[in-house]
Structures are given as structure tokens and as C-alpha cells.
């Protein structure tokens, strides 16, 4: 025989099965974000990884506008890396190939994402070490805190009856006044 | 008049000089006549910075183009409105409008507190004037704005030179924004000077308890306001000038003004745990150092010419000074803390990990592992230089991957901080708390999912900012209905007097609410579109629910600057709604061009139009359209913040009830009901105020 839920336990299952349906979900989700990515140019796509080797404007390839520039659009060098992009897209060549011809060219530089090797790989590592540490070091200050002992009672000799009445007479007097 | 506006840099040099020496003379020696002098000397360096401030002013307004800042930065036909603002358009202006600030800080400051902690205040000036004399030294000898224009006579003497015109200023700082932008990014930076120096100051002199952290509560609020405005005002310039439809590229200036803005927010909470349990006292005196210390390299990084930025206007040599300062006020601040840490021992323990304690730790600890990786990505490129030998960029990519999780993470705490009590939270406290507001968060979340285009970022946030908003909500209603019941009034204005008991709390409740709508503007990134096309009069481009309609394109010319202008019609499911007028303005005095983008704003969605010109290839015009979802809720988001911190630094009405009772309460009267005291605690079901 099941027991009747109540109100609040019944709420409290509602918001489990909340929890869960959004964490069911979250995957198909993911999964349903690549699927229209893939589905977008390929071109477009690899000329927002490299970066507008100008020199002027800092931005990605595909996203070069140019502030103060007569035409707000990607520039010439923009330009010749996107029609670059396309060749090579329109060849079959691999997206890592496209990206590795253009390092060749230009240097690391022209990546606008930083390197997932050698050195460069710290880039990525560090900003997730860090607060992985950093929880560490408050999980060590929490449990200092709260393994700090009570303060300790003091030993020695007690107070005496008599002292403690004056005190007390005393307390009262400064009351009353 | 430039030697004036110079003899007026070179005497507020020396009565910095003299309010640091002389301060430091005056309480070594225990001499209050001196200290009073030095105090006195640092408050004239406000009027005498002012003096050399308002000595350029006169040149930019005169067309005086002797000076060669002026030269460089103005010309007759730029409008008087710019002409104010072109004094901060260089490094030399820059620099002197930030001594400026700063000495105005200094001033109000020495002034309001004159008659105040006579132990803690001669060490704050003192602090004031170490900075003071640097940034002096900078306007004075490194790159003061009263250089004039020389040039050779007849004779081959050297002679005061002049030009017809100057150069202009910069076509991209024509915008109302860039008014206003810089001065609130400077007054945020000059104004976390004055939290540094009373945090220096009460380690220096070990001035006793939590005093100086009550007493820089609002200039910090003041100074982090200002910031934070400053960044959003800088954001939507961005986005109404640069054309390229965004509002944050991750540059390494923008980046340099949110590290201060970062680490001040992580104050403004930490420092509620030394107020109420006196814990994190280290902590809260290297957030206000770190927070000093970012700001100063904020602006290095924007002088420097280290890194690589859009904001190369203010580039030059300056750097070296300002490594060399940073290093100064890090030895100090290190010497400091070591030579004084006894005195920041902490007087209380952690009694429970679920409580408001805990949380400020972790908000402090996400806050600064953002912090930290804004700063990491910032820097990287000179250290992958300086290790491998090879440059490489750190772009957008990397920026968001790293920090969208920590942000949410981030919204997630605000929903759940606030509703913690001090020391110990019980698991039925929670239930009661969370059930309602995570409910919703999550509903809204599965009903996004099902209609939207489902970008996983954005439903998380989505979700959060639900959550966030219930639980705020909840906070209002629960405080409004105690006092709504108990005083017969109705629940806005219960909410009203709530919130006028404990401004502190409750504004701060309104700045959550406001970082909640900033965060959903921002995730309406995730559903942007754009067009571009090359159009003629007459044809028609569509994006989203409208059809852009070519009607023409024409000039338009004033002293200042010649454009093409597109004229073009929007249409909404086939009814027409408005006119735009994108535009291509070309600076003949600076040979630049700008972009006047043409936005129709709306709650969801901003209609951003740019004309970008004529296409290289074909000659015709080009409309670069972008559907961009929710963006006003950022600009909104960033009036309620303003709102909130003003709110925040209200005085709260619950002391005066509390002195006014008491008086009554002395008279024989009837005492009024104590519920005015107590309502809003108890309605709150935490036990403290913040």
C-alpha cells in the first residue's frame, strides 16, 4: 500500500523530474546544434578561424568589416584568404589542411584560436586548472574553519563565592544608576 | 595661456610632492599642524589640475592650434560638443583628464572627512598623493598636453609655430557615447583609488576594526557603478559605430576595463563577510589592491601598445612608466600586508558548509577564476611570444569557451546566494526557498526548448535567468506581504517600504535583477542573423519578419564631413513601419571614414542596418542588414544596475524607526509596534541583512 503524497513532497518530485528532463535533453540539444552547423557553409565556417591578416583591424577573415575603411566589409586581404578558403574548399581539401596551409603562410598567428599543442596548449589548460586549485585551496580554508577548536575553557583556580557576590553587587549598583 | 595651463601641472606636482611628504613628516612626527597643511596642500592640487584643465579647454574652443595636442586632435569645423570631449581624445589629455579625476576624488574625499578619523585620514591623503605625483610626473615631463608647435624663422631661430586647421579628431569619437564613455571608464578607475587608499591606510596604521571598510562601502559602489556603465556605454558605441553588428570583441582594452570591474564585484560581496563575521580580512585587502592594481594595468595595457587593439589611438611610450608604477604599488602593497598581517587574522569560523558564507567563497572564487581568464587570454599572446618565439592570437573563440560556463555558473549563484542564511542553512530552508523558483526556471526551459531554436548556452541561461528573477521576486513578495499584513497596506507599497528598511539589500537585489537582463541580452547572440547585398533603388532585401525596400541613396555634406546616405523603407508582413537612413561619412580633416548604422529597436529584436559603402569589385552600393535578438536588454539591464546602486547607497529608513521608537518609547507614549523593526527580517527567512 503506497502512502498519499503530500503537497510539498509532491512539488519536490515535480522539480526532480524537471532536473531530469533537462539534463535528458541537454545531449539532443548538443546534438541537434552540431547537426545545423554542419549543415552551414564550410567556407563561412573556416573563414571565421582565421584571423584578417591585414594588420589594421583585428578580426576574423569572414567577419572583417574594417571601421574607418571606405567599404565596411572584409578588405582585400580578407578577401584573398576567403577566395583562398573557397579554392581549396571546392578541391575537397580537409578543413585541417585549409587551416595548416594558412599557418604555413602566415604563422600560428593567423589562427584565431589558440594552438591545442606544444605550449600553446597551456592556454586552454590553465584557465580550467586554476579554479580547480583555487576550489581546492577553499575547500582546505573551509575545512581550517571549521576544524578550528572551540575556545578553550580557562583552567585554574575558580573565582571565589565572595568575589563573585561583589561583582555581582557591584553589576547591580551600575544598573540601578 | 600654455605656460600657464604648465606652471598650473608643475604646482600641482608640488603640492602632491609636499601632501606626501608632508603627511608622512606630519604623523611620524606626530605634528597636527603639518598633517593639516599636507591635507590642505592635496586638496589644491584639485584646483590646480583644474586650472590647466579648463587653460586646453580654452585652446580647443579658440581653434588655438599652437598647441600641438590641439593640432592634432581638432579642427575649426568639428562642433563645439566634440571640441570638449577631444581632451581626452589623446594620450597627453587622457593622462591629464585622469590627474584631474583623481584630484577630484581627493579633494571630496580630504574634504568630507576632514573633521573625521584623524588616525585613518592623514594615511589615506598621503596614499592619494603617491598617485597623484605619479600621474603629475606623467603630465608634467613624459607627455604634457601644452607642448606648443615650433618651427623656424627667417633668422633660423625657433619660434612658436601655428597651423590654419588641425588635424581632427578621430572620426570613430564623433558619437554622443564617446562623450560620456571615457569619463565614466576614468571615474571608475580614479575612483577604486579611494578604497585603495583607505585599505592601505587602516593596514598601514592598523587602524582598529571593520571602520574603513563602512566608511569606502559607497565610494567603492560609486567607483564600480561608474565602471560598469562605462563598459556598457562603450559596448553600444561599439555596436552604433564600428558597423560590424556586435557589441564585445574581447579586445584587450574592453578586456582591461571588466578585470578591475571583476574583482570590485567580488569586493562588494566579499567585504559583506567582514562587516557581519569579521572573516576574509586578507582577502577583502588583496581585492582592493587587486582591484587598484588592474585598474592601472588597464590603462597600461591601453598605452602601452603591448597587445594588439582597435583602441590604438592612445599608443605610445608611456608604458614603461606605468610597468614601472605597477611594480612600485605591488612592493607596497606586498610590504604592507607582510609587515601588518597579524592584524587581519580572522575573529570568526565557518559553522556550516550551506550558508551565506560559503557562497560569498565561491562567488568570490568563480568571480576571480573569470577574472583570471580574462586576464590569461589577455596576456597569453606576448608569453606564447616570448616562450616559443612565434605570435599567436587569442580571438573571441577561446574568450567564450572559457567564460560562458563560469558566467552562468556565476547566474546560478546569484539566484542561490541570496537566499542562504548566515552560519547555517537547513535542508528544509532550502526546499522551501529553491522549490518555487527552479519550478519555473526549468518550465521555462522545457517550453524554449520545444519552440526555439534550441542553442544549449542559451537555454542554460535561459533557465538560470528564470530562476534567478523567481527568487528575487520571491524575496520582495515574501518582506512586502509581512509588512502588507501587519500594516494593512498594499503589497507594492509594502514592497516600497521593504526595500526603503534595507536599501543595501534590496538594491542590491535590483542590481542582480539587472545582471539577470544583461545576461538574457547577451544570450540572444546565439540566434543572430544578417544579409549583406548589393542594392539598387527599387529592390528589396529580406531578413527575419521584414523586407528591406532600396529607395534611394543621396548626399549630405556640412563642414565636418560629406556622407552617402541610403534611404530605405521596412516593411513588416507587408505593411510599411519605418524609415532608415544608414550612412558613409567621410572626414576630410582626418581623410577616415565613418559608419552611421541605422538601428529600429524593439524589446526581442533590433533591426541593425549598415551602408558599408560601395562594393571594390562591382561599384554598387552595399546594405549589410542584421536581425540581432534581445540587445536591448543589455542597455536596459545597465539603467536598472545604475538604479540599483543608487538605491544601494540610500540611507536605510529602518535606523531612524528605530530612533524615533525609542524616543517615543522614553516619553511615556505608546511605543508603535515593533513590527516596523522586525518585518523585514523576519519576512526574509534569513537572518541577515545583506
Keep these: 500500500m503506497t502512502k498519499p503524497m503530500n503537497g510539498r513532497a509532491r512539488r519536490a518530485r515535480i522539480a526532480g523530474l524537471g532536473i531530469l ?16 552547423a554542419d549543415s552551414a557553409s564550410r567556407e563561412a565556417k573556416l573563414g571565421t578561424k582565421v584571423m584578417c591578416m591585414c594588420g589594421t583591424c583585428n578580426m576574423a577573415a569572414a567577419n ?114 | 595661456m600654455d605656460v600657464f595651463g604648465s606652471f598650473a601641472l608643475l604646482l600641482a606636482l608640488l603640492a602632491a610632492a609636499y601632501a606626501f611628504i608632508g603627511g608622512i613628516a606630519g604623523i611620524l612626527g606626530r605634528r597636527p599642524l603639518l598633517t593639516k597643511s599636507a591635507r590642505n ?60 579625476l583623481l584630484a577630484g576624488f581627493a579633494f571630496v574625499v580630504l574634504a568630507m572627512h576632514r573633521k573625521k578619523h584623524p588616525e585613518l585620514m592623514p594615511l589615506v591623503g598621503v596614499t592619494l598623493a603617491g598617485i597623484q605625483i605619479f600621474f603629475l610626473t606623467l603630465n608634467n615631463f613624459v607627455a604634457s598636453p601644452f607642448h606648443v608647435l615650433a618651427g623656424m624663422n627667417a633668422a633660423g631661430h625657433l619660434q612658436v609655430a601655428t597651423v590654419a586647421d588641425g588635424n581632427g579628431l578621430t572620426p570613430l569619437l564623433q558619437y554622443f557615447e564617446m562623450v560620456i564613455h571615457p569619463p565614466m571608464l576614468y571615474l571608475g578607475y580614479t575612483g577604486f583609488a579611494v578604497p585603495f587608499a583607505f585599505a592601505m591606510a587602516a593596514l598601514l596604521g592598523r587602524y582598529p576594526g571593520e571602520k574603513w571598510i563602512h566608511i569606502t562601502r559607497r565610494w567603492t559602489m560609486v567607483a564600480w557603478c561608474f565602471l560598469g556603465v562605462g563598459i556598457l556605454l562603450g559596448a553600444h558605441w561599439a555596436y552604433a559605430v564600428l558597423g560590424w553588428g556586435g557589441y564585445w570583441e574581447w579586445d584587450p582594452v574592453e578586456n582591461a576595463a571588466l578585470l578591475p570591474w571583476i574583482t570590485g564585484t567580488a569586493f562588494l560581496h566579499s567585504v559583506m563577510m567582514q562587516e557581519k563575521r569579521g572573516m576574509m580580512k586578507v582577502w577583502n585587502v588583496w581585492l582592493v589592491f587587486t582591484t587598484f592594481l588592474l585598474c592601472i594595468l588597464g590603462t597600461t595595457l591601453t598605452r602601452a601598445g603591448i597587445v594588439n587593439s582597435v583602441h590604438a589611438f592612445a ?33 570568526n569560523q565557518l559553522d556550516s558548509l550551506v550558508s551565506r558564507e560559503s557562497s560569498f567563497l565561491f562567488n568570490n572564487l568563480v568571480l576571480l577564476a573569470a577574472c583570471f581568464a580574462v586576464l590569461w587570454g589577455t596576456l597569453f599572446p606576448i608569453l606564447s611570444e616570448w616562450v616559443t618565439g612565434s605570435k599567436i592570437s587569442v580571438g573571441p573563440p577561446f574568450f567564450n569557451k572559457v567564460n560562458i560556463p563560469i558566467a552562468l555558473f556565476l547566474l546560478f549563484l546569484t539566484g542561490v546566494g541570496p ?84 536599501t543595501r539589500r534590496y538594491g542590491g537585489y535590483i542590481v542582480h535583477l539587472a545582471i539577470v537582463l544583461i545576461f538574457v541580452g547577451i544570450s540572444g547572440t546565439a540566434f543572430k542573423t544578417d544579409v549583406q547585398k548589393e542594392m539598387m533603388p527599387g529592390q528589396t532585401l529580406r531578413i527575419g519578419p521584414y523586407t528591406i525596400l532600396c529607395q534611394n541613396f543621396d548626399q549630405e555634406a556640412t563642414d565636418n564631413y560629406q556622407g552617402d546616405r541610403a534611404t530605405l523603407e521596412v516593411l513588416e508582413n507587408g ?33 541593425y542596418v549598415v551602408y558599408a559603402g560601395r562594393s571594390p569589385q562591382t561599384g554598387k552600393p552595399v546594405i549589410h542588414a542584421y536581425i540581432n535578438p534581445l540587445v536591448k536588454f543589455i542597455w536596459f539591464g545597465g539603467i536598472v544596475m545604475i538604479l540599483g546602486t543608487l538605491l544601494a547607497m540610500l540611507p536605510e529608513r529602518r535606523a531612524a524607526l528605530v530612533v524615533r521608537e525609542a524616543r517615543e518609547a522614553s516619553w511615556g507614549s505608546d511605543p508603535a509596534p515593533p513590527v516596523t523593526v522586525h518585518a523585514g527580517a523576519q519576512a526574509s527567512r534569513t537572518d541577515g541583512d545583506d
Design chain 1, 21 to 36: 528532463a533537462l539534463i535528458a535533453t541537454a545531449p539532443v540539444a548538443l546534438a541537434l546544434q552540431s547537426a545545423g
Design chain 1, 64 to 177: 572583417c568589416n574594417h571601421p574607418g575603411s571606405s567599404f565596411s566589409g572584409p578588405c582585400d586581404v580578407a578577401r584573398g584568404e576567403l577566395a583562398q578558403i573557397r579554392d581549396r574548399v571546392a578541391r575537397g581539401d580537409s578543413a585541417d589542411l585549409i587551416l595548416q596551409s594558412f599557418v604555413q603562410e602566415y604563422g600560428p598567428l593567423v589562427l584565431i584560436e589558440p594552438p591545442h599543442s606544444g605550449f600553446d596548449w597551456t592556454v586552454w589548460i590553465v584557465p580550467a586548472a586554476v579554479p580547480l586549485l583555487a576550489l581546492l585551496a577553499v575547500w582546505i580554508v573551509l575545512r581550517r574553519w571549521r576544524g578550528r577548536a572551540a575556545p578553550a575553557v580557562a583552567q585554574g583556580p575558580g573565582v571565589s563565592p565572595e568575589l563573585l557576590a561583589r561583582v555581582r553587587h557591584a553589576a547591580e549598583d551600575d544598573g540601578r544608576a
Design chain 2, 41 to 100: 596642500a592635496g586638496m589644491a592640487v584639485f584646483a590646480l589640475v583644474s586650472c590647466a584643465v579648463a587653460c586646453l579647454e580654452y585652446f580647443f574652443f579658440t581653434d588655438n592650434f599652437s598647441l600641438a595636442y590641439v593640432a592634432e586632435h581638432s579642427n575649426r569645423a568639428l562642433p563645439g560638443f566634440y571640441k570638449f570631449a577631444a581632451l581626452w581624445a589623446g594620450q597627453e589629455g587622457s593622462l591629464l583628464w585622469w590627474s584631474w
Design chain 2, 315 to 347: 599608443q605610445s611610450s608611456v608604458g614603461g612608466w606605468f610597468f614601472g608604477f605597477l611594480a612600485i604599488v605591488l612592493a607596497v602593497c606586498i610590504v604592507a600586508w607582510w609587515k601588518n598581517r597579524d592584524y587581519l587574522r580572522s575573529d
Design chain 2, 419 to 502: 537566499l542562504l542564511a548566515w552560519r547555517k542553512t537547513s535542508f528544509d530552508a532550502l526546499r522551501r526557498n529553491f522549490a518555487w523558483p527552479l519550478a519555473g526556471g526549468l518550465a521555462v526551459g522545457v517550453v524554449a526548448f520545444v519552440l526555439s531554436d534550441r542553442d544549449f548556452y542559451a537555454l542554460i541561461c535561459l533557465v538560470l535567468a528564470v530562476f534567478v528573477t523567481l527568487t528575487i521576486t520571491s524575496e520582495f513578495y515574501r518582506g512586502a506581504r509581512v509588512i502588507a499584513s501587519r500594516g494593512g497596506t498594499n503589497l507594492l507599497a509594502a514592497a516600497g517600504e521593504l526595500t526603503m528598511r534595507n
Design chain 2, 575 to 607: 505593411r510599411s513601419k519605418m524609415m532608415l537612413y544608414p550612412a558613409k561619412r567621410f572626414f576630410p580633416a582626418s581623410q577616415t571614414t565613418e559608419t552611421m548604422v541605422a538601428i529600429e529597436s524593439s524589446p526581442l529584436r533590433d533591426l
